[in-house]
């Protein structure tokens, strides 16, 4: 089963891509979903700046094993849900990175997670989730979730470069297509939890789906089909 379900996930690495890229004028244009003016949004944005002036104030080895581990840790998560058994998973004591081991041959969504998958946002998000069933939801969680974006932004950032040994193997050109709206999918999804929760990413994926299908209408008429 575990060969079969990287087989497919493998034939569709460049469809999904291909999709994910068509989709980047609705991702841009799914803005005009959010009221930006709300409370909750403000008090999101407050969140996600505070990331950025706390960051200066971090221990720069702490934030890089942090990082490390999170991006170890997104490697193991994906593994595991396309049903790979995780060996090990190690991080290198001088912070200059780490490896996580898995049986069977594995995929590219694998190898890729970490560039595009906020690990710590879905954790985030499943704890607040907890936390409203039985109080309400409040500014303080929405700074968190702007917070987390912030972070997810900041290391998905820090991660592509030359240097970088797995994105060689997925190739440079499905990076150039992939990563962008890959990130702006993830990062509207978390926006969209914010103001509604899971409801709201549901959505949030309907409205993708709706400009998507718009956009193919108006290129379909401009080519006279």
């Not at 009221?35 to 706390?54: E, K, T």
């Not at 998973?89 to 995929?107: H, K, Y």
């Amino acid at each position: 089963m575990q060969a079969i379900l990287d087989k497919l996930i493998n034939l569709l690495k460049w469809p999904v891509a291909l999709y994910l890229f068509f989709s980047l004028p609705a991702f841009i244009k799914s803005a005009d979903f959010f009221r930006f003016a709300d409370w909750r949004y403000i008090a999101l944005f407050g969140g996600f700046f505070l990331f950025f002036i706390s960051r200066s104030f971090m221990d720069s080895s702490a934030r890089v094993s942090m990082e490390v581990l999170a991006h170890e840790m997104t490697h193991a998560f994906f593994a595991l849900l396309t049903l790979h058994k995780v060996k090990g998973l190690r991080i290198n004591p001088d912070d200059t990175g780490g490896n996580m081991s898995f049986e069977g041959e594995g995929n590219w969504l694998i190898i890729i997670a970490p560039y595009f998958f906020p690990l710590f946002g879905l954790l985030t998000m499943i704890g607040i989730s907890i936390y409203t069933l039985f109080a309400p939801m409040n500014l303080i969680l929405n700074g968190l979730m702007g917070f987390i974006i912030g972070y997810h932004v900041d290391t998905v950032a820090s991660q592509i470069h030359e240097k970088q040994t797995d994105l060689p193997k997925v190739g440079y050109y499905f990076c150039a297509v992939f990563l962008l709206p890959a990130n702006l999918w993830m990062i509207g999804s978390m926006m969209a939890f914010n103001s509604k929760g899971w409801s709201g990413i549901a959505t949030y994926q309907k409205l993708i789906g709706h400009l998507n299908a718009q956009n193919w209408n108006y290129v379909t008429s401009f080519l006279g089909f």
